[in-house]
């Protein structure tokens, strides 16, 4: 096989016959230059093949057997770290699973049906129009919200009602909003569901429930209050608030939002084929990025989405 310069010299001869053009009769010309290119085309594919050739000789393989520094001549690649949502998302459902919680987990791509019918928002209800929701051409959604889980997990634990226990279930999840994005908005993002049935069911239960989780997601007392909210697939629904406290840079004045609640309406239940006469619930669903974000301080959410490395090397 010709060396590297071989190969360059070869081309040098080459590039000197394109001189002889000029002395070739013209009908001849053309037959006379496609020939010279086809051989520098060839020669040049040579040249490639024979440098990149050289180049791998140079790489010396590691000899993870060499007894002088057994591990140490093994290179390293810089390692990454998990995604903080990721890791406060598990945080999260942790303190769920920890109360009793069974977790299932959202899709990404869903239906009509489970966003919209199965939660009570009959065809044409104005309130869909307030979801912002993606559609891909083949008329799927991508969730606006992790609600979408709760006919599938009302069905999948009915059971439990049945031999005399209850439905306990969060569903973490990844959702979609076709909205304009800025410091405090972002067309994908991270919510949690919860659901809640059995016999007894109360509100004062949910409360007692949701400001326990909050308390132990930020480690501290916490005051929360309620605001009056509207989702057709609790009645009542309402909001519920936290007192950002001073040691999260609150004044002890400030109000914010968490998340969504109530108790399943009704239809929602009997669409899942449980008796809304004998069995009552309540369900949640809140954002995690918004969550996260009071934890650290943060103001930007789209830091969470944007791959920053900057961003993510802080946590
Ligand atoms: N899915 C609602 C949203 O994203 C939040 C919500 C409200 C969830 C009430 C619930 C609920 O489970 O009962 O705006």
Redesign the pocket.
């Known amino acids: 096989m010709l060396s590297v310069e071989e190969i360059k010299a070869e081309l040098k001869a080459l590039n000197a016959e394109y001189a002889k053009i000029k002395d070739i009769p013209a009908e001849d010309r053309k037959a006379f230059g496609q020939e010279l290119n086809k051989k520098r085309e060839a020669l040049q594919a040579k040249l490639q093949k024979a440098l990149d050739d050289a180049e791998s000789e140079n790489i010396e393989p590691i000899d993870i057997t060499a007894p002088s520094a057994p591990n140490q001549n093994i290179p390293e690649i810089p390692r990454g770290s998990r995604h903080p949502l990721m890791t406060e998302l598990d945080r999260v459902v942790d303190i769920y699973s920890r109360m009793g919680f069974d977790v299932m987990e959202a899709q990404q791509l869903d239906d009509e049906f489970h966003m919209f019918e199965s939660l009570n928002f009959p065809e044409g209800h104005p309130a869909r129009d307030g979801?912002d929701t993606f559609r891909t051409s083949e008329g799927f959604i991508p969730p606006?919200?992790?609600?979408t889980m709760?006919h599938r997990a009302l069905k999948k634990y009915k059971k439990n009602l049945e031999n005399g226990g209850k439905i306990a279930v969060v569903i973490p999840g990844r959702?979609f909003r076709n909205e304009d994005v800025d410091a405090t908005h972002e067309h994908t993002f991270y919510?949690c569901?919860?659901?809640f049935v059995s016999k007894g069911t109360t509100m004062g239960q949910m409360m007692g429930l949701l400001k326990n989780f909050f308390e132990t997601y930020y480690g501290q007392n916490l005051n929360i209050k309620t605001q009056p909210?509207y989702?057709p697939?609790?009645e009542p629904?309402v909001e519920l608030l936290i007192e950002k406290p001073k040691s999260l840079g609150g004044k002890g004045d400030g109000w914010l939002e968490m998340?969504?609640?109530?108790m399943?309406h009704p239809n929602v239940l009997k669409m899942a084929g449980i008796d809304p006469n004998t069995y009552k619930g309540?369900?949640?669903?809140?954002g995690i990025d918004r969550l996260v974000m009071l934890k650290y301080g943060l103001t930007d959410v789209r830091n969470f989405e944007s791959g920053k490395l900057e961003f993510l090397k802080e946590f």
């Open positions: 979801y606006a919200h992790t609600s709760q959702v919510q569901e919860g659901i909210g989702f697939f609790t629904s998340l969504g609640c109530g399943i309540f369900a949640w669903g809140g």
